[in-house]
Structure formats: structure tokens, C-alpha cells
């Protein structure tokens, strides 16, 4: 069953700390691995995007891997700041160019 | 170049109305999704569309929900007799191509 699984469920850090967000999954076959970034209220906006080939993309502060080996991914956010927070989904393409499987994503605070 | 917009924003129907949920995609895209999310959960697809045509409606419940996406106007989320478990964020998005980009949302309370 093609699965996106995310950890943790939610994170509270303090600004200005790092942290990174895991992703497992289990699609295939495997087309491509999106992250994105939703705020409370809002719809979600995409971060980074990496295909089979790519194993590392950085957006600003974020920067997402890839191990198509394993099927995991992780989002890192360096020098985190009180807009960081949200709701970051990670999504995975498999087969068809539409359908994608989304994580539950993981809750992330940024306290000051 | 607005971005996709949906309205209404908020929607309140008691059970057994309809409701119509309506998202205009950003310009010169042609693929307009449809994706409910239930609270502290991911999105779930539920229609894609390109102009008046449905692509693949196979995460929309047989009954009571129909989508269209017609040549001229927005695209049409609709949902005839309106239960307690329809409430959720419905999200629509369009895309160019493969990149979806996302509306605001519709959030639906059945009362």
C-alpha cells in the first residue's frame, strides 16, 4: 500500500535553532518527492520538489534530502524564525503525474 | 498573476443542503485538483479536471459529490445533501503542469 509517513507529529523549538523533519515512504514506483509548507488557514505552498536522481535541494533556509534507497527523506530548517511556523507535508509522486500521496505532516512551533 | 482563488472562504450548510464550492485556477493553467482535508490530517485527493473534462475522479465519493470544470468560469466542487461528515477544508489547485500551486481553501461547517 503506497504510504507517506511522517516524524514527528509536532515540534516546538525556540527561534533561531535548526531542525529536521523525517519522511518515510513506501511508493512505487517513485517519480518524485515534494515538500510543502502549509500555515494555518492557508493552502499549502511548495518548498522543494527532487526526483529520483537528486538527493539534495535547498530553498533558503530549508534544505530537503533524498535516499531513494531507503525511501526516506528529511527537511532541515537552519536558523529557524517565529514564520517557520507550521504544517510541513511531504508528498510523493508515484506513477501517475496527479496523484500524489501526502504525509500528515509534521506540526512545527517556533516559540520565541 | 493572482494566484488560485476559491470562495467562499468559510461555508456554513445545515444537513441535507448542497454546496457549492467554487476554485478559479491561476492563468494559463489548465489542471485544477480537488482535495479535502479533515482536521490534524493530510489532504486527500478527490477530482482532477482539465477543461471539461474529468481526468480521474477516483478519490470522490460516488454519491452526492460531482466536480466540473467548465470552458468558461471556475471549477465547480459540489456536494448535494450535505452530512455532518462532509465538514473539512476542501482545497483546489491547478497547475501548469506538474508544480500544483494551492488555493486558500473553502472550509465547510454542516450543521
Known amino acids: ?112 | 498573476n493572482a494566484g488560485v482563488m476559491q470562495n467562499p472562504r468559510h461555508l456554513v450548510r445545515r444537513r441535507g443542503q448542497e454546496a457549492r464550492l467554487r476554485c478559479s485556477p491561476m492563468k494559463g493553467h489548465s489542471h485544477v485538483y480537488w482535495y479535502r482535508q479533515l482536521p490534524e490530517e493530510g489532504l486527500k485527493f478527490m477530482v482532477y479536471l482539465q477543461k471539461e473534462n474529468i481526468i480521474d475522479e477516483s478519490g470522490m465519493p460516488k454519491e452526492r459529490f460531482s466536480a466540473e470544470f467548465p470552458k468558461e468560469g471556475p471549477s465547480i466542487l459540489r456536494i448535494q445533501q450535505v452530512v455532518r461528515g462532509d465538514s473539512a477544508a476542501y482545497f483546489c489547485a491547478s497547475s501548469p503542469r506538474d508544480i500544483q500551486y494551492f488555493g486558500a481553501g473553502t472550509r465547510l461547517s454542516v450543521l
Open chain 1, 1 to 112: 500500500k503506497n504510504q507517506v509517513e511522517q516524524s514527528p507529529q509536532s515540534l516546538i523549538i525556540l527561534e533561531g535553532k535548526n531542525c529536521t523533519l523525517q519522511c518515510n515512504y513506501t511508493v512505487s514506483p517513485f517519480s518524485n518527492l515534494r515538500w510543502y509548507k502549509q500555515d494555518t488557514g492557508r493552502g499549502p505552498v511548495s518548498l522543494t520538489i527532487m526526483t529520483f536522481s537528486e538527493n539534495t535541494k535547498s530553498n533558503g533556509r530549508y534544505t530537503a534530502t533524498l535516499d531513494a534507497d531507503t525511501k526516506q527523506s528529511s527537511l532541515h530548517i537552519t536558523a529557524s524564525q517565529l514564520s517557520d511556523s507550521a504544517s510541513y507535508i511531504c508528498v510523493v509522486e508515484g506513477d501517475s503525474n496527479y496523484q500524489l500521496i501526502w504525509g500528515a505532516g509534521t506540526k512545527l512551533i517556533i516559540k520565541p
